[in-house]
T-cell receptor, first 115, second 114 residues
C-alpha cells in the first residue's frame, strides 16, 4: 500500500540554523512525485518543493532542498537559515501516476523556530 | 496567494443536515481535488474531477459527492452530516494530471458538525 511516514511530530530549531524534516515513503509504482507543503495556522497548504522519481539531482528551491535517497525511499526536507516565519506544520506528500491521481500525505511535522 | 478560493471559510452545521462547499480554481486549471483534514492529521483524498468528470475517489461514503462546472469551479456536497465530518476541507486545483503536476490549494473551509 502507498504510504508516507513522518516520524517527527514536532521539531524545534533556532533562528538562522538549518533543520531537516524526515519523510519516508512506500510505493510499488515506478513513477511518482514527492512534494513538501507548509501549512500555517491559517490552513492553506503552501507548495514548497517537488522531486520526481526519475530526477537524478536533488531539488532545490531557495532555502528549501530535498534530500532524495531513492534506494532508502526517503525524501527529507532541509530548511537552511530558518526564520521565525517558518514556524508551521510541514507535510510530505506523494503523487502516483498509475493509481488514482491523488496526493497521499503524511501526518505532518510541527516546526517551531525560536529566536 | 494561489488563486484558489474556497467558500465559506467557516461553517457550523447540525448532525443530519446537508452542506455544500465551493471552490473556485486557479485560472486555466482543469483539475480539482478535494481533501478532508481532521484535526492533527494529514489531508485525506476525497475525490478528483478532471474536465467535469470524476477521475478517482478515496475511501469516502457516497454521501460525499461533487461536481465540476464548465468553468472548472467545483462543489463538494455532504449529506446526512455526522460529527466525524468535522474537519478542514481543502480544495486543490492543477493543470492536467501527472506526477509532477503542482497542486495549488485554497485556504480551506472549516466545517464543524454539532
Amino acid at each position: 500500500a502507498q504510504k508516507i511516514t513522518q516520524t517527527q511530530p514536532g521539531m524545534f530549531v533556532q533562528e538562522k540554523e538549518a533543520v531537516t524534516l524526515d519523510c519516508t515513503y512506500d510505493t510499488s509504482d515506478p513513477s511518482y512525485g514527492l512534494f513538501w507543503y507548509k501549512q500555517p495556522s491559517s490552513g492553506e497548504m503552501i507548495f514548497l518543493i517537488y522531486q520526481g522519481s526519475y530526477d537524478q539531482q536533488n531539488a532545490t528551491e531557495g532555502r528549501y532542498s530535498l534530500n532524495f535517497q531513492k534506494a532508502r525511499k526517503s525524501a527529507n526536507l532541509v530548511i537552511s537559515a530558518s526564520q521565525l516565519g517558518d514556524s508551521a506544520m510541514y507535510f510530505c506528500a506523494m503523487r502516483e501516476v498509475y493509481n488514482t491521481d491523488k496526493l497521499i500525505f503524511g501526518t505532518g511535522t510541527r516546526l517551531q523556530v525560536f529566536p | 496567494e494561489t488563486g484558489v478560493t474556497q467558500s465559506p471559510t467557516h461553517l457550523i452545521k447540525t448532525r443530519g443536515q446537508q452542506v455544500t462547499l465551493r471552490c473556485s480554481s486557479q485560472s486555466g486549471h482543469n483539475t480539482v481535488s478535494w481533501y478532508q483534514q481532521a484535526l492533527g492529521q494529514g489531508p485525506q483524498f476525497i475525490f478528483q474531477y478532471y474536465r467535469e468528470e470524476e477521475n478517482g475517489r478515496g475511501n469516502f461514503p457516497p454521501r460525499f459527492s461533487g461536481l465540476q462546472f464548465p468553468n472548472y469551479s467545483s462543489e463538494l456536497n455532504v449529506n446526512a452530516l455526522e460529527l466525524d465530518d468535522s474537519a478542514l476541507y481543502l480544495c486543490a486545483s492543477s493543470f492536467s494530471k501527472g506526477e509532477g503536476t503542482e497542486a495549488f490549494f485554497g485556504q480551506g473551509t472549516r466545517l464543524t458538525v454539532v
